[in-house]
T-cell receptor
């Protein structure tokens, strides 16, 4: 089944912990993204990688660090989790990179709850 | 806010009928996209229409865009049970996506 898959689907953790969210796409896309969804359903970009190279790094705390071992994977590691990090995080991929817009495919989201 | 609003929120039709969903947005756009989400799955891109286009077709999908009214519609013709899903319009400004609230479509076999 071709898709963007991210794990885990739900993550509940205590403040101060370190956690990772994994994302994999088997669509052969060159570019992968991490988005954070706010309470109004806006998806705000956090990071973008094109063929393992970081091309977009929006203003997010240094506690967030993406890692792309290959162009099919983009993981998100979060250190010292805070209450404000609670949100739904979406991974996405697209067939083209920077400066060109094509349709994105999104994962089903990871609901992170920090308690 | 550039958030899209879909109408209706829920739609139930018989297989073979056409389904029409509407989307309104608030600010100027470069393009508008429609996405589909099956239950528990991710958002899959269906079709993109640019601001200088008025209508676009892709298979059984027909999208219209009226920039003067800041609205778009998605028509699915000859619906199938497999079309059952939620449908979202989305606009993009810079690197930020704005998704609408979605229309939940149920196609009854």
């Amino acid at each position: 089944d071709t898709a963007v898959s991210q794990t885990p689907k739900y993550l509940v953790t205590q403040m101060g912990n370190d956690k990772s969210i994994k994302c994999e796409q088997n669509l052969g896309h060159d570019t992968m993204y991490w988005y954070k969804q706010d309470s109004k359903k806006f998806l705000k970009i956090m990071f973008s990688y094109n063929n393992k190279e970081l091309i977009i790094n929006e203003t997010v705390p240094n506690r967030f660090s993406p890692k792309s071992p290959d162009k099919a994977h983009l993981n998100l590691h979060i250190n010292s989790l805070e209450l404000g990090d609670s949100a739904v995080y979406f991974c996405a991929s697209s067939p083209r990179g920077r400066g060109t817009f094509y349709g994105y495919t999104f994962g089903s989201g990871t609901r992170l709850t920090v308690v | 806010s550039q958030q899209g609003e879909e109408d209706p929120q829920a739609l139930s039709i018989q297989e073979g009928e056409n389904a029409t969903m509407n989307c309104s947005y608030k600010t100027s756009i470069n393009n508008l996209q429609w996405y589909r989400q099956n239950s528990g799955r991710g958002l899959v891109h269906l079709i993109l229409i640019r601001s200088n286009e008025r209508e676009k077709h892709s298979g059984r999908l027909r999208v219209t865009l009226d920039t003067s009214k800041k609205s778009s519609s998605l028509l699915i013709t000859a619906s199938r049970a497999a079309d059952t899903a939620s449908y979202f319009c989305a606009t993009k400004s810079g690197n930020q996506f704005y998704f609408g609230t979605g229309t939940s479509l149920t196609v009854i076999p």
